[in-house]
């Protein structure tokens, strides 16, 4: 009995032992296609969840297999997975082929994903690798010259300034061109985030939250069969942000670090003139105040000396004028480039307000996971300092995602980002920028007032017959706004069978901006004040949850998708606002020491309701059909026009899978497609349909109301009727590949100030009654160029032709046309250029006074007439007048360029890749509305002048000139919006350039990594325009001011991986 026991007992034991016993598995993973090894491929055992591991840099791997364990699974992004049964031998090698998604390529687009082969839609992809070498602190920054149809444009180079994307053109006059920003599948908060009322601050960017270093890839939506699906928020296009994600595996620790620098001198800005040329053209000022009155050249010149003496020797100089020569060149003694006071040393402007600025960004990701749960988290700093002292930006954000697996029917993605961001020294509208000294200085001034000078005091005066001294400013004044935010979303996706799922998803969306800005009492913005402070805060809440059902099945050669789903959305924004004056000392820059105090606050808030519908159809993936519906309701409008009907229908023919075409084995690929959808645009104000009163009004210290804005209960949806025709082709195995493609846009109902009875207590009140049309051709071109023995090298080019234009403005019935309507640049709020909208009108027409040159004669501006009968006279053959007050309006360009796209090029051999974008525009106007102030002909006397003026202007022995004369008494001339500040704005530019090398595999396993790579990067490097004296690339409006231009970055980078 006892021995029957025992053997029982070991059987029993042998059992267990042989159910624990593991099998140790060796083999090597290799590409199908190249027969190349592949590193990081995850290798599994299928039903278990004992863990996997992943290939090493050569493809090989180790894996123990529990005697349970029957089947591997070995899988890679981009590869089909594959599922090996184990049998009697310990080597199992394995090759992956690339999956049918990665060669047709998959786009994350409205609520789903898709193939590009089957998408009916435009739209286009980026992926990871093509921006994350780009010093930016905020994604679309990266985009610029990669994607037709889409133009990027920078308010700034400064520190942390806000970027604009473009999507086909303008399509609204009061609403925003913006596009809509969708974060791994929720619409977020986007623009600008800095409120200050009369302040707009143009570099509080909220999109700069998201560090580019956890983008997986970008995806933009350009029409309507691919936007339509968002409904109203969608008018102008849609940028699909989606971050990464963890692989199965052993986690892999990634770390990044980059450091870069700006010198103070590479970049494109307008020459100063040096001392010797300040000086010459203060003369001639003061010279041509005597002399145009009728005095003569001895009495100028005795006036001039006189003038140019005092103020040397006042400012305490070393050495005095003693004459000119032939009124062209003052004769100081002692004159260097660099004025010496008299202590004996040089004030360098450039070294006191510039600086070498360095970029700096280190990232910490970790990845990994199982069958069951992957993860994905990260880490970064990112330090960017700007050219002006002032000006910093900084960055801490942290990321998790989590997927998990519970059994086999229900996953769920949790989303978590928080991000705190700080800026200084950024423009506001009151400082006019933070490049604002260039239009003040003067080199010809010491830094210290000369009444007072060994008591360092400093000189103060302004313009006229002064310049401001920016330096002492620049400590007189400071600005700082921080932004925190975090954003959350946890998504549950149940599936019923495996062609039915649900996928229910909440965001919730948080932004905490709080501002600060003080003017001491000697700044000249706080002189009058005594002093002023502002403190703000803004608080930005959003949530969408949505819910959608998704079915797909295939029927044999049909195959169809369905999409039917609920959202709603709600926004909520309050705003506080405290100012302060009368400051007791200049050491306290608070509210609560002040003397006189003021506050202002709002609070609104907005919610959409949606209901949305999708269906897809294919047969034998041939011919493709597509519908979508979605119907939202929004609390911005009246009960009468609340609700809007968006949708959209496309279809796709792949030609080449037709048996005509067969023989035809060159052409890989052929595709027609076609789309036709309607988008809308939501007023900017929450309350526009109704009458509203605030609560600002005083009387006797007694509070009180007023009406602030009168109901307009009709106000409805801007509407936008998209339709798109397309065709793609692929040559070769698609060695060559590329798309041409045509659309058609007409922005109806759009809103616009329209006159009202003065009865009302307002003389304007919006409706919707413009319109406006974008048309334009898109061309993509690219291909392989060499792929052979290790050497890879491709290389595309995208081309956009758009044409905006103005159909229809508010006509008040005694015209046929619609009334113009005058309007100005709202960058920095300087109003630096004039725009008209007119029927027939390209969107962005330029308004002004047309300048007909210098007259070689005299000296004297010249303008153009349109009325021959009151001309003063004729010059090049047309009416003209020395005074722009008989001159006549009229347009004076088209800021929108003909043509702007991108040049990109690759190249890849053993380890060492080399990777060019180029971006370009051609044709449309810059408008430099700083010119004016730049090349100043006499308005103000003493301020600094550039280069360019005084090798153009004309003076008695250079008749050529193409710049006037200077003129001490044409004091408004200059300052008029014409034709002399504008400029072709055609260019061609290196925008980024990278060449990396990847470390080889033997020499990483000594040291346990799995990648090491280390690179160049260089922004700005090299660019070709006809406009020379600053830089040629400018923001949305075409135009440019005292913002601080782009500069040339050089960053230097590392990547690591374990």
């Not at 002399?291 to 050495?319: C, D, M």
């Not at 919610?607 to 294919?618: A, F, K, T």
Request: proline share 3%.
């Amino acid at each position: 009995m006892n021995k029957k026991f025992i053997l029982i007992l070991v059987g029993f034991l042998c059992l267990a032992m042989y159910s624990y016993a593991q099998k140790v598995i060796k083999g090597k993973v290799i590409d199908a296609n190249t027969g190349a090894p592949i590193s990081g491929a995850s290798v599994t055992i299928k039903d278990l969840n004992s863990g996997g591991t992943s290939t090493l840099s050569d493809g090989s791997y180790t894996i123990n297999v529990p005697a349970n364990g029957k089947i591997l699974i070995f899988s890679y992004l981009g590869y089909s997975s594959k599922e090996i049964t184990l049998g009697a031998s310990n080597e199992v090698n394995v090759s992956l082929s690339e999956s049918s998604e990665t060669l047709e390529g998959v786009m994350v687009v409205a609520y789903g994903t898709a193939k590009k082969g089957s998408y009916t839609g435009s739209a286009a992809s980026i992926d990871n690798k093509t921006i994350k070498d780009v010093p930016v602190t905020s994604f679309e920054n990266a985009l610029s010259g990669r994607v037709s149809g889409v133009q990027v444009t920078s308010s700034s180079g400064q520190a942390g300034a806000t970027s604009s994307i473009r999507i086909r053109g303008i399509g609204s006059m009061n609403a925003s061109n913006e596009p809509l920003y969708v974060i791994d599948g929720v619409p977020v908060v986007s623009g600008n985030a800095g409120q200050m009322s009369d302040y707009t601050y143009a570099t509080n960017n909220i999109m700069s939250s998201i560090n580019p270093s956890d983008i997986e890839s970008i995806t933009i939506l350009k029409d309507a069969a691919a936007s339509s699906l968002y409904g109203s928020r969608a008018a102008n296009g849609v940028v699909i942000v989606t971050t990464k994600r963890g692989k199965t595996g052993k986690p892999v620790v990634s770390l990044k670090s980059s450091v870069g620098f700006t010198p103070s001198w590479a970049t494109d800005n307008y020459e100063v003139a040096g001392v010797q040329e300040q000086t010459n053209m203060l003369y001639r000022i003061f010279h041509d105040v005597r002399t145009s009155t009728g005095q003569s050249e001895v009495a100028g010149n005795t006036y001039a000396l006189t003038q140019l003496n005092n103020r040397f020797n006042r400012h305490g100089y070393k050495f005095s004028t003693t004459g000119t020569t032939l009124g062209e060149n003052v004769i100081i003694s002692g004159m260097t480039d660099g004025m010496v006071n008299r202590e004996g040393s040089y004030f360098d402007w450039e070294d006191a307000l510039f600086r070498t600025a360095v970029y700096q960004t280190n990232d910490l990701a970790v990845s990994g996971g199982d069958q069951n749960t992957t993860y994905y988290s990260s880490l970064s700093y990112t330090k960017d300092q700007g050219r002006i002292k002032l000006n910093d930006f900084d960055r801490v954000s942290g990321r998790v995602n989590l997927n998990q697996k519970i059994g086999k029917y229900v996953e769920f993605f949790t989303n978590v980002n928080f991000a705190r961001s700080g800026q200084t020294g950024f423009n506001d509208t009151r400082n006019t920028g933070s490049n604002y000294f260039f239009q003040s200085r003067n080199l010809l001034w010491p830094f210290y007032w000369p009444n007072d000078y060994k008591t360092g005091q400093p000189f103060t005066a302004r313009f006229g017959s002064l310049a401001q001294n920016a330096v002492y400013y620049d400590t007189e004044w400071e600005n700082k706004s921080i932004t925190k935010r975090i954003t959350a979303n946890e998504t549950v996706t149940v599936k019923f069978l495996p062609e039915l799922n649900l996928k229910s998803v909440f965001s919730y969306d948080n932004s905490q901006v709080s501002d600060h800005i003080y003017y001491s009492a000697n700044h000249f913005n706080g002189a009058v004040t005594k002093g002023l402070v502002n403190e703000l805060t803004t608080n930005t809440n959003k949530w969408v949850s949505s819910t959608t059902l998704n079915f797909n099945k295939q029927f044999g050669l049909h195959n169809i998708g369905i999409l039917a789903g609920f959202e709603a959305e709600n926004n909520r924004t309050d705003f506080q606002r405290s100012t302060g004056t009368d400051l007791p000392s200049s050491a306290l820059h608070t509210v609560a020491t002040a003397g006189v105090l003021s506050a202002s606050a709002y609070d609104w808030g907005n919610s959409i309701v949606s209901g949305l519908s999708r269906i897809e159809y294919n047969y034998n993936d041939k011919y493709y059909l597509s519908g979508s519906f979605r119907r939202d309701g929004s609390s911005k409008l009246g009960p009468e026009t609340r609700w809007g009907n968006f949708y959209s229908v496309g279809g796709a023919w792949k030609i080449n899978s037709e048996d005509f075409m067969k023989d035809l084995t060159y052409i890989s690929n052929l595709r027609l497609r076609a789309s036709y959808g309607v988008n809308g645009t939501l007023p900017s104000a929450n309350f526009g349909w109704r009458t509203l009163t605030g609560y600002s009004a005083k009387y006797m210290s007694q509070a009180g109301g007023s009406i602030t804005s009168i109901a307009d209960p009709n106000l409805t949806w801007e509407t936008s009727y998209s339709s798109n025709v397309a065709l793609e082709f692929g040559l070769f195995n698609n060695r060559i590949s590329g798309s041409v493609e045509y659309f058609n846009r007409d922005s109806k109902d759009l809103l616009q100030d329209v006159p009202i009875s003065m009865v009302t207590g307002f003389n304007s009140t919006l409706r919707n009654v413009g319109e406006i049309n974008n048309r334009g051709f898109e061309v993509d071109f690219g291909g392989d160029i060499i792929r052979k023995d290790g050497l890879r090298w491709s290389a595309s080019l995208n081309a956009s032709f758009i044409k905006s234009k103005v159909t229809k403005l508010y006509s008040n019935g005694t015209t046929p046309a619609g009334q113009d309507i005058v309007w100005y640049d709202p960058t920095g709020g300087d109003a630096r250029a004039q725009f008209i909208y007119r029927e027939g009108a390209s969107t962005l027409s330029l308004w002004g006074y047309e300048w007909a040159g210098t007259h070689p004669d005299n000296g004297k501006n010249v303008w153009y007439m349109n009325n021959s009968s009151t001309a003063d006279f004729q010059y090049n053959g047309r009416p003209a007048t020395y005074s722009y007050s008989k001159a006549s309006f009229t347009i004076l360009g088209d800021a929108m360029p003909d043509v702007y796209g991108g040049l990109n090029t690759d190249v890849a051999y053993k380890g060492i890749t080399l990777a060019l974008n180029f971006n370009y525009k051609i044709g449309g106007k810059i408008y430099d509305g700083a010119f004016k102030d730049v090349a100043d002909d006499g308005y103000y006397w003493e301020r600094i002048r550039a280069q360019e003026y005084y090798d153009h202007m004309w003076t008695p022995t250079n008749t050529a000139g193409s710049l006037p004369k200077l003129d001490g008494n044409d004091l408004t001339d200059p300052m008029q919006y014409s034709t002399r500040q504008m400029h072709d704005a055609s260019f061609f530019r290196l925008k980024n350039i990278t060449l990396a090398y990847n470390l080889p595999k033997t020499l990483l396993q000594k040291v346990g990594s799995t990648n090491a790579r280390i690179y160049f990067n260089g922004s700005n490097l090299l660019t070709f325009s006809k406009y020379k004296i600053a830089d040629p690339e400018v923001n949305q409006y075409g135009t440019r001011g005292w913002e601080t231009p782009f500069g040339k970055t050089y960053t230097f980078g590392i990547e690591l991986s374990f």
